[in-house]
């Protein structure tokens, strides 16, 4: 078992690791390194990665035994209302150490086509594994249905057995559909308490 420093360390580590990748940028392959990570600037809003603005929640360094994986990352303004709802139900709930992480690790200027998504996600999935197993969680919540239809078929069987979603932070502010939300972290939390008993 490792300790949550040793995890928030090597967390950090898959962190620059991360923002080094050119995977995805195939048709730049003839191109030095130091350009293809250019380009994969020029393609990208901004990092991946945010450290928490508040005190709420850890994000991408929490060392909890909890994960939840969202499709992307955002392409809008980082935090949005959507965003500090979502902190406050992940604090309200004893979530506040939970490792927070997207299957898609490039923060895209525009809205990308399933195809590439597809290639994306296949592309990222080892750093994915690569946070499951630094963090050994006990439960595995996707944020929303298209996060939880990838993992769900992709994940190895260990991994899925610990699977569970919520709807989308996003869409249940958009939507009105708070209430929603709110049961299913009550579902969550009721399910990571009855693990942690047995």
């Not at 250019?38 to 005190?55: C, H, M, V």
């Not at 996707?142 to 992709?154: E, F, I, Q, R, T």
Request: glycine content about 6%.
């Amino acid at each position: 078992m490792i300790m949550d420093a040793d995890k928030e360390k090597s967390l950090i580590n898959l962190t620059i690791t991360i923002e080094k990748c050119i995977m995805c940028y195939e048709g730049f392959m003839k191109y030095p390194t130091e350009l293809r990570l250019k380009f994969r600037r020029w393609y990208n809003i901004d990092p991946w990665f945010f450290p928490p603005k508040n005190d709420l929640v850890k994000g991408f360094l929490g060392a909890g035994d909890v994960v939840f994986i969202c499709m992307r990352p955002s392409t809008g303004t980082f935090p949005s209302p959507a965003d500090e709802q979502f902190y406050k139900l992940l604090k309200n709930n004893g979530f506040q150490d939970a490792h927070i992480t997207d299957l898609v690790k490039c923060r895209s200027r525009v809205k990308i086509e399933k195809r590439k998504e597809e290639k994306e996600v296949e592309n990222c999935f080892g750093y994915l594994l690569k946070e499951l197993e630094i963090i050994e969680p006990s439960l595995i919540v996707a944020v929303g249905d298209k996060a939880y239809n990838y993992l769900n078929g992709k994940l190895p069987q260990r991994y899925k057995d610990r699977l569970d979603k919520i709807i989308h932070y996003s869409y249940a502010k958009r939507w009105g559909k708070e209430q929603v939300l709110e049961k299913d972290f009550k579902r969550v939390r009721q399910r990571y308490h009855k693990a942690a008993i047995i």
